[in-house]
């Protein structure tokens, strides 16, 4: 009984802690840890097991195996036609493409790729598609067990208990019905949402892209070249026999040698590598390269006032120029040809012998160095996409488990020099995997303690006369309302322990109530902070918390309806 009384306690400060301190999760679950091995609760050997436990080994290995996924063009290609002249279909195409790709893929990444074009594109004011593209990346992940952490962290629970793994389409018929429904109530409320105007980014770098003389480009209009679709850049000048030409008409008919000034983000600047038949001006030199530098022209530097080909640039730093910015203005002419002022940010491809040149300091300030990445052959893009699809058939079918074949995976890309090494350790989520160690611990504490037990014997003495499906919608609530408070991931954790408790103390099936704690979890509608990809749209659209607020409570009763009614249909009780 001094167990139970101990595990209480630390259960009761972690909740505490975690929505009333301004300590991470991280922090918060790592006391809580500790604190289970001082009071002898639990032992360090248990929880090791926890730290390497299949279910969240898998989980760590699907985060490593999505940055392949995300390096492919596919979802650019798919992003860069989502945008429509009516809104409602703009809606449609942008909430389907993200519950789509959310299905198979981190959706924090889907939602960072298809926030580009919602930023670039003129048609539709952003505010009015962001929130939306975020509950529809939400709603997609419910649908597989990949589709998010939510739904792998509650899998591991569950194989935590000794129970074979969670099937990867066991979520499908209930995530579909929440994605058809969640569509309908976006294009329904659209107009609810405000009216933001967001500020441009005045960093972004104007590049000079030269069309070859063999391009298949030439004889297209800018329009055919799909040249105006870009997601990270936009055509400001076409530079054609030393006349500048602007602004670009789309149906402007390009010829070889003209040369095309882009203005965009340059850490996405492999979206202009990928333009066939064209070449970025610091190409020409052999040194385009994944590792860029930021500098800044001196006051002192010699080179005020010359061009970089006057200067020859090339010879004397062992570096070429990719792009160039002057106070966020459009600077005319060629990139080769534009005389340098002082305060000119310039963006590098550097050379092995950049930063051993003694004359650096005379002539610029380093900023920064940027790590872009380089595009993928179309061979690449289609090993990729077929390697990982084979993973999940193999899984599926049940020819291998779901982490041999993303360990098979990684190491054929890492062979491929399509992940390195350095990446995946940059990558590795020691702070989710660190969360989900303490919280299977704290799970392990609590139902060998029989404390889980306990609650929900008594709660279920308190609620007599109720039945099994009111105390299954009470704990889908109860999730709902952690997650928005505590992130997902610790909404799942706190509440999966008293879930089982539930189904034991009314004698019913676990599997009921385990997916009561999946899919209560990943509802995250109400607030920018509770989920990832809230929080990228929120800092992104200029909102404020109460429009998450306004426009999210119909989307969370709706999803509270539809689990309640669904849930108990297909895992009945």
């Not at 301004?22 to 609760?41: D, H, K, M, P, Q």
């Amino acid at each position: 009984m001094l167990s139970q009384w101990i595990v209480a306690a630390i259960f009761a400060v972690t909740i505490i802690a975690l929505i009333s301190s301004r300590w991470r999760a991280t922090r918060v679950f790592t006391f809580t840890l500790v604190s289970l091995f001082i009071t002898g609760i639990i032992t360090p050997e248990q929880s090791l097991q926890n730290a390497v436990s299949p279910g969240v080994a898998t989980l760590i290995a699907l985060l490593l195996a999505s940055r392949a996924l995300e390096r492919t063009s596919v979802l650019k290609l798919f992003a860069s036609k989502a945008i429509d002249d009516s809104e409602a279909k703009t809606v449609a195409k942008l909430s389907g493409l993200a519950a789509f790709f959310s299905s198979f893929l981190n959706n924090t990444a889907v939602v960072a790729t298809l926030i580009k074009p919602i930023k670039a594109q003129s048609k539709h004011p952003s505010s009015r598609l962001l929130i939306p593209l975020s509950y529809a990346a939400i709603l997609g992940g419910t649908t597989t067990l990949i589709g998010t952490s939510t739904n792998m962290v509650v899998n591991s629970f569950w194989m935590n208990q000794g129970n074979e793994s969670l099937g990867f389409f066991s979520f499908l018929p209930i995530g579909l019905a929440l994605v058809i429904c969640g569509a309908f109530l976006l294009i329904l409320r659209r107009q609810k949402l405000p009216l933001v105007e967001t500020k441009t980014d005045d960093s972004h770098y104007f590049i000079d892209l030269k069309i070859n003389p063999n391009s298949p480009l030439v004889g297209k209009t800018i329009e055919e070249s799909s040249l105006r679709n870009l997601n990270s850049f936009y055509l400001v000048e076409l530079v054609r026999a030393s006349n500048s030409i602007t602004p670009v008409q789309p149906n402007r008919v390009l010829q070889a040698k003209d040369r095309l000034v882009f203005c965009g983000d340059v850490n996405h600047i492999e979206e202009l590598q990928r333009v066939e038949g064209a070449t970025i001006f610091a190409e020409h030199t052999g040194l385009m390269s994944d590792n860029l530098v930021e500098v800044v022209v001196a006051e002192r530097s010699t080179l005020v006032g010359q061009t970089l080909k006057s200067a020859g640039f090339r010879a004397m730093f062992d570096a070429a120029v990719v792009g160039l910015k002057r106070n966020g203005l459009r600077v005319p002419g060629k990139l080769g040809e534009v005389k340098l002022k002082e305060g000119d940010s310039l963006l590098l491809a550097a050379g092995g012998d950049f930063k051993k040149r003694k004359n650096l300091s005379k002539h610029f300030f380093v900023i920064s160095d940027l790590s872009v990445d380089q595009p993928l052959t179309v061979t690449q893009n289609a090993c990729v996409l077929a390697g990982f699809a084979t993973v999940l058939a193999a899984s599926i079918a049940g020819l291998t488990t779901l982490f041999t074949g993303l360990c098979i995976f990684i190491v054929a890309c890492m062979a491929a020099g399509l992940l390195k090494s350095a990446e995946l350790k940059r990558l590795f989520p020691f702070d989710l995997w660190l969360i989900i160690t303490a919280a299977l611990t704290l799970a392990d504490a609590m139902m060998q303690s029989g404390l889980s037990d306990t609650i929900a014997t008594s709660l279920h003495a308190y609620f007599s006369q109720q039945s099994a499906l009111f105390a299954m919608i009470g704990v889908i609530i109860v999730t709902m309302i952690l997650t928005e408070i505590v992130t997902n991931t610790a909404a799942a954790a706190l509440m999966f322990p008293l879930a089982l408790g539930f189904a034991h103390s009314f004698g019913v099936s676990e599997m009921t109530f385990v997916m009561a704690v999946a899919f209560g979890a990943s509802a995250c509608f109400l607030s920018p902070y509770g989920y990832q990809t809230n929080l990228l749209v929120f800092n992104t659209g200029g909102y404020k918390f109460t429009d998450f607020t306004k426009f999210g409570l119909p989307f969370s009763l709706m999803y509270l309806v539809v689990c309640s009614l669904l849930i108990p249909y297909f895992f009945p009780f």
